[in-house]
């Protein structure tokens, strides 16, 4: 059920200027939300897509690496019959404490950029202007994947996210990649009747792949289950097939290919913030804050969770982004009383 106080309109919110406005409604925004509840601050929070939308993209059975105590937020409990929860089970979880706390957020609403100064800005978005005194910037980056430079990533057939493996069982499919994500992907493709062929443009799969995860997929390919071009680049796509090439002798293969999966990594929202007027370190696209407090180098604009770490989003997850929360949210009380 969503009370009253949660129905608001635009008009109304032009009206009124927020005490704090947090850019994204995923984990660490919501975290970030209930501990400036939790200090009498007046929040509102803009997601351009369901609450913890990245989550809710995830493949539909997917279940959890972290326990369910990691992943808590706002000393509410995350009870459940499992260790490791699921998708299903962590989408109710995060959409409960939205009730629990009664937080203010406005769905389906794109920020295009924050301008103004400390203490008086404007949030510029696809439905109307909102003022605030303090913004937090809190986005993720699972909505911006790394593009390959390569004819054919714009096809209806390829994408950076893997859903309903069933809806592939008996199809050629082609995976990108050599991490977590490209891993999970082709071995669920695989147990689940498509035909899997995997590129990577490494000798070996990255380091991080998890430690049960790897050798599963080292043996499927060993096995022949799952075909494998290790040190190869994919060149191109087509409506057919794909094309790679091995780095080291140039052989070029041509793969049959009805679905591909680019599973190449993803990155902040590097353009929003530049819009902003936030400065991001060449190369890294590290932005400029205070690792404390979170306030980045336009004062009273905030960075929360990944959206400051740039190309290096390995280092952040739910269970270490949320614990930036409580001294990014006393830092606005004592700015803001």
Known sequence: MVTASCIHSFSTMSESKYDVVIVGAGPVGLACAI????????????EKGAVVESIRRFPIHM????????????????????????RE??????????????????????????????????????????????????????DHPNRLPIPGVDLPHVSHYFDDPYRYAGMNTVV????????????????????????????DFASHVKYWVKPDLENRIKEGSINAYLGHEI?????????????????????????????????????????????LE??????????ETRESNVPGLYLAGSAANGLDTGQIFIENARLQTEPLATDLAAKLN
């Open 35 to 46: 501990a400036c509840k939790n200090r009498d601050l007046d929040v509102l929070i803009l």
């Open 63 to 86: 279940t959890w690496f972290s326990i369910t105590e990691m992943l808590e937020i706002g000393n509410v409990p995350f009870i459940n019959t499992q260790m490791r929860p699921t």
């Open 89 to 142: 089970d962590t989408l109710a979880y995060y959409n409960h404490l939205v009730e629990h706390f009664d937080l203010h957020i406005q769905r389906y609403t794109t920020v295009d950029v924050v301008d103004g100064e400390d203490g008086n800005f404007t949030v510029h978005t696809n439905k109307g202007n909102v003022r605030a005194k303090k913004v937090v910037i809190a986005t993720g980056y699972f």
């Open 176 to 203: 990108v990649g050599g991490a977590n994500s490209a891993a999970d992907t082709a071995l669920s493709l695989f147990r689940h009747a498509a035909k899997v062929t995997l590129i990577h443009r490494g000798e």
């Open 235 to 279: 060149t191109e796509i087509t409506q057919e097939h794909v094309k790679c090439t091995s780095l080291k002798g140039g052989v070029e293969q041509t793969i049959p290919a009805d679905f591909v999966f680019l599973m190449t990594g993803y990155r902040p929202d590097d353009a929003l913030l530049r819009r902003c007027g936030i400065e």
């Open 282 to 291: 060449e190369g890294s696209m590290k932005a400029r804050c205070n690792e």
